[in-house]
């Protein structure tokens, strides 16, 4: 298959794309609840670590197993248990006390960020209706406790009744402390620019999202997958009207204005090229997976192509049919909306 290769040009300034036709949801309520197990965590007595872990488990009775086995790792059942627990508290309570003052000074916002935002999607998604209280549910992690969701890779988590927020990876892209995991191969700068306390919301309501619609890609063809993406992100900025693109997207400011300067050759090169209806896993990771740049259309070019290519189809069909609805949106399948998009950047 023959490919040709674009250079993504800025050619303005492109900060947000906010939706200024909001709707009105002085009647839509929910209501959140900040749950701080780092803190409950890190206060343990480690002395008298089974007394410890007994308490907190009343404290947290759904949270704390998970946490054990999908974030640390850790059997409670293992003889090793408690000493994997001690030698985790041990290296990573530098991390929480710097996570500790991020917390006080940032959930506030989060919490009425969110607050509005579980609003806005009963109000889109009248099916919706969050638990009340939505709990929001802090906690510290490893480093390099991320992986990889539809719309992004990240460690933030959806519970039982609510969602959980890994402080590790928000504590500000310069924290000195990532560029020890940059160093150990933790991960990479197009990962760490994103451990910014304004990725807490948007990765929180990504996982809302993705429980709310589930995700899967099994078969389905790159336009598929790019398509499935791009309507969770339409109904992700009618949720966040506030919020950047660039957040949105998780791409530079840079990578989006050459996004949107070049979207019709970004276009023209997946048509040219076949790739619309490409099934091979191979390929489509090319331009469906995180990465730090799309290899083929220049060093500009933003990992994650996909998402940007989706949601400009998806914005274009909302365009010509404004009087789809959200739910109705979600149950259509991609060839539908593409062939009444009609996208031609």
Known sequence: MKRFTIVLLAAFLWQACSDTNTPDISNVTATI???????????MDTTKLDISLNTLR????????EYLVKVLGINPADPQAEMAIKSFIGSYYPVFQTAEKLADEQLPAVEKELGQALRYLQYYVPSFKPDSPFVITTFIGPMDAFEPFPLG????????????IALQLHLGKDDPVYESGRQAGLFYDYQSRRFTPEMMVVNSVKNVISDVFAYNANGNTLIDEMIEKGKRLHLLEKVLPNTPDSLQLGYTAEQLKGCYANEALIWNFFVKNDLLYSKD????QNYIKDGPKTQELGEGAPGYIGLFVGRQI??????NNPGVTMEALMKMDAKSILDAAKYKP
Do not use: C, H, M, W
């Open 33 to 43: 609840k900040i749950e701080r197990f780092d803190k409950a965590f890190f206060s």
């Open 58 to 65: 009343q404290q947290f009775p759904g949270f704390l197993p």
């Open 153 to 164: 890779d990240y460690g933030d988590v959806r519970t039982k009744d609510g969602v959980g």
């Open 281 to 284: 896993a191979i390929i489509n």
């Open 314 to 319: 998806v914005r274009t069909f909302i365009k």
